[in-house]
């Protein structure tokens, strides 16, 4: 604080009545101080018949703190416990900016997100943070609770964040902000908590799930493999001249093939994570006919074809006669 | 306390080790080994597809001896109807890590299952030549088997792996596909196209003609297709070949009387096959009509079934045709007016002719085609696809000198099994005299025809001959007489072999 001549040095606490004075600045032209607390600082010097001075009051700076982002490393900031996807980042703006080192971070489950979704631990300290996604609670059992198709909001893992900085004795709390898987890595989340491949985002398509279809999976995206596609349209195709065409089920994700494929008396009938269709390389066509024999017929018929375009197929003992399950095997 | 804490741990087991099978991180390699002998299927399924996933340099040892291993179980392990929805795909898995391997241990297990998954196997299988050979007997007669797939293998084997046979092998194998009760009939078609087995040709037209499904029927047509073009581009030597290999197959470990007409058919069939050799058409083709014929007998005989019927006689019949086309008309009961009218493929060897004579004609009335004959063929005379008819040549004369001066129209149409084919005709012919001697040559050309199927052992060919008062184009009379007692054409010697060509 400047007055501009040599003065007397003054600081009157907040709500207090008496004036400090400040010694070690008598006669200064400048006043260098640390109050002690908030309060009124000021200088007075007699010039001719009386004094002039100024006052001028002093108070720590206010002390703000705001959750920026909370976004995982995919699009939509989404994430999946996967190496390379699993890490989360946390922003937040305060001030004073010199309180940005002290930022804690509370890092909780969210609302509308899988009941399993762990806590992070140790969180560094710090406005712009960040933590690994844990491994959820019971996986990779717990999806088959979900049942088919499941509530996303009871699968997705989520996170809500809150920033806190302390100042003063006090301590300043942001707004929480969420982040939550979204829909097509729920779907790879899968995979990953299966220790199996796990397709790329991109290899994902909107594509609404059906009891009989291309989708009969769990989700309304869908793994949509070109070269299979392609070349089950060949056979299609080709056989369209010979007889009816209905594909049964083309894509399942992993839950579904291992739990929710069921028999004609409802029970179900577990599948293999091993199977191609949880990469869309596998399709199973509906066999028609009016009797057994011609059934039997359709299926030898359409399988025969399918080998002959390259097609692996199941054989007619696991199958059954009702429908020709056809894999592509140099489809990834 | 401590009772409720273990209730929980238990519920917790049993969801980890229901329908969900949790996949640990990381299991050793030979730990994954010592998993394929897992009794839970599921477990050899995660154990294998983690083994697969290894570099082929960090696979453990013993792999190979593990992976026949598993095959073995799997195709030796008759009830899965338990397994549920992915046991298939797992067995996939099993034949291809065992494929892969391209190990002869595994030709049992393929035989008998992996077959049943993929061309590749097949292939594979058909590729060991002999050395597969015994393993088909079990995949025929188990439960596991295919006899479908076992029949594509087959035909893989004559085709693209026939050199790994030695040829008793091959007759072996095309004995089975071709002449094996038990054998469906979408199993011989895809058989046929897959070797490629042109000789299978009457057989499957046998088939697409019969059958009741349609799916076989469009099959059997689409087989055809593809078929029929191979056989047309044989040569005679070729073809010859075919039939010997069909008549060899069908008269393996044949017996009595089968065994006796075996033999004359072999002789035969080696006259006709030095004869084409030797560059003799005529006499070959006439022995390969008298082959089809002594089949037609035998069959007749109940010595053939009819797919042997089939194969033998409509092969030879084809053959017959790639090495002559002609059909000649011939006349047996008489000179004039002989009661029979048959079509042949032997060339007339009298020197007399026949004659046949139609009834009176006038141009009143409308000027009406009347018939002078219709020469009609044994069954089976043409075998293939008919796609082409050359000019009826025959030769014209009067029933009477007073109709010197008339002039006719004549008029030849083709048919099949009573339906026609093909018509021609040749107007205002002149010059027609009463001299048998001086018989004018007269020929009547066929137009374009749809192409149709003679299967070589049933359907019958036909040729009517009409004639009328001569005409222009516009249908007006041509001069000449408005009557006419009856047109003569004579047929059936060397001078008047009256003919037509056929090309199959």
């Known amino acids: 604080m400047t007055l501009g001549m040599p003065a007397e040095w003054w600081f009157r606490p907040t709500g207090a009545t008496d004036d400090i004075a400040v010694p070690a600045c008598a006669d200064h032209l400048e006043c260098d101080f640390a109050p002690p607390s908030d309060g009124v600082m000021f200088a007075q010097s007699w010039v001719g018949s009386g004094y002039v001075g100024g006052e001028v009051e002093i108070g720590r700076p206010a002390v703000t703190i705001k959750i920026d982002t909370v976004y995982g490393p995919n699009p939509n900031g989404s994430f999946t416990t996967r190496e390379g996807e699993q890490h989360v980042t946390l922003k937040a703006t305060v001030a004073p900016a010199t309180l940005a080192g002290s930022v804690d971070w509370s890092v909780t489950p969210a609302p509308e997100a899988a009941a399993e979704t762990q806590a992070p631990a140790n969180i560094p300290q710090g406005a712009p943070s960040g933590f690994p996604v844990p491994t959820p609670a019971n996986a990779p059992g717990r999806w088959q609770a979900y049942g088919h198709p499941g509530d996303l909001k009871v699968k997705r893992l989520g996170y809500e964040a809150t920033a806190t900085v302390s100042s003063g004795g006090t301590t300043h709390r942001s707004d929480p902000a969420r982040v939550y898987q979204d829909e097509i890595d729920t779907a790879r989340e899968e995979y990953v908590e299966f220790g199996i491949g796990v397709p790329g985002r991109g290899e994902f398509a909107l594509e609404p799930p059906h009891e009989t279809g291309i989708n009969t999976g769990d989700y309304g995206v869908m793994v949509f493999n070109n070269a299979f596609v392609s070349h089950l349209n060949n056979l299609a195709f080709s056989w369209t001249a010979y007889g009816q065409w209905q594909v049964n089920s083309q894509y399942r994700n992993p839950i579904h093939e291992l739990s929710h494929i069921k028999d004609k008396n409802g029970n179900v009938i577990p599948g293999s994570l091993g199977s191609w269709h949880l990469y869309e390389c596998a399709a199973d066509i509906q066999t028609f006919g009016a009797n057994a024999g011609a059934q039997h017929e359709f299926w030898n018929d359409l399988r025969q074809l399918a080998e002959t375009l390259g097609f692996t197929v199941e054989r007619l003992k696991q199958s059954g006669v009702g429908h020709v399950h056809v894999e592509f095997h140099f489809c990834v | ?504």
Not at chain 2, 89 to 100: C, K, N, P, R, T
Not at chain 2, 172 to 186: C, E, K, T, Y
């Open chain 2, 1 to 504: 306390m401590g009772t409720l804490m273990k209730r929980h741990c238990l519920v917790a087991v049993l969801v980890l080790t229901g329908p969900v099978r949790p996949l640990t991180a990381q299991v050793p390699s030979e730990s994954l080994l010592s998993r394929l002998r897992a009794p839970q299927w599921q477990v050899r399924d995660d154990a294998l597809a983690r083994l697969r996933r290894l570099p082929t340099e960090s696979l453990p040892a013993g792999y190979g001896d593990a992976i026949v291993a598993l095959l073995e179980t799997e195709a030796a392990t008759t009830d899965t109807s338990q397994y549920g929805e992915g046991y298939g795909e797992y067995e996939i898995g099993v034949v291809d890590a065992a494929l892969s391997l391209r190990d002869p241990r595994t030709l049992r297990g393929m035989a008998v299952i992996g077959i049943q998954t993929s061309r590749a196997a097949q292939e594979f299988v058909a590729e060991q030549g002999s050395a597969a050979l015994p393993y088909f007997d079990e995949a025929w007669n188990s439960p596991q088997g295919s006899k479908h797939d076992v029949v594509q293998t087959w035909a893989l084997m004559l085709g693209a792996h026939r050199d790994n046979l030695a040829e008793v092998e091959r007759t072996s194998i095309r004995h089975a596909i071709l002449d094996s009760p038990g054998v469906d009939s979408l199993a011989i078609v895809w058989a046929a196209v897959t070797a490629p087995l042109t000789e299978a040709v009457p057989m499957i037209e046998g088939i697409a003609s019969t059958t009741s499904s349609a799916i076989v029927r469009n099959r059997a047509t689409d087989a055809l297709g593809k078929l029929r073009p191979l056989r047309a581009a044989l040569g005679p030597t070729e073809l010859a070949q075919k039939v010997s290999d069909v008549l060899a197959a069908i008269c393996l470990g044949a017996q009595g009387a089968r065994s006796s007409a075996c033999a004359s058919l072999s002789t035969s069939l080696s006259r006709a096959s030095s004869a084409t050799a030797a560059n003799q058409p005529g006499p070959a083709r006439d022995t390969l009509m008298a082959f089809a014929a002594r089949v037609d007998t035998g069959f007749q005989q109940g010595v053939w079934t009819d797919g042997e019927h089939r194969l033998l006689a409509a092969n030879a019949r084809y053959l017959g045709f790639r090495l002559g086309s002609a059909i000649f008309l011939h006349g047996s009961g008489g000179n004039a007016n002989p009661p029979t009218l048959a079509l042949s493929t032997l060339s007339p060897a009298g020197t007399t002719a026949k004659y046949q004579d139609s009834p009176a004609l006038a141009f009143a009335n409308g000027d009406p085609w009347v018939a002078v004959g219709t020469w009609t063929s044994p069954p089976g005379l043409g075998s293939g696809t008919l796609s082409a008819l050359g000019a009826a040549h025959v030769w014209l004369g009067l029933k009477n000198s007073d109709d010197i001066g008339t002039n006719f129209d004549l008029r030849v149409e083709a048919y099949k099994n009573g339906t026609l084919v093909a018509t021609g005709q040749t107007l205002c012919i002149q010059g027609i005299t009463r001299n048998a001697d001086l018989a004018k040559a007269v020929t009547v050309a066929f137009p374009a025809l749809t192409a149709t199927t003679f299967d070589g052992v049933t359907d019958v060919l036909s040729l009517k001959v009409l004639t009328r008062i001569g005409t222009t184009p516009a249908a007006a009379a041509c001069g000449g007489h408005a009557n006419a007692v009856g047109l003569r054409l004579y047929f059936d010697a060397v001078g008047r072999n009256a003919q037509f060509a056929a090309t199959f």
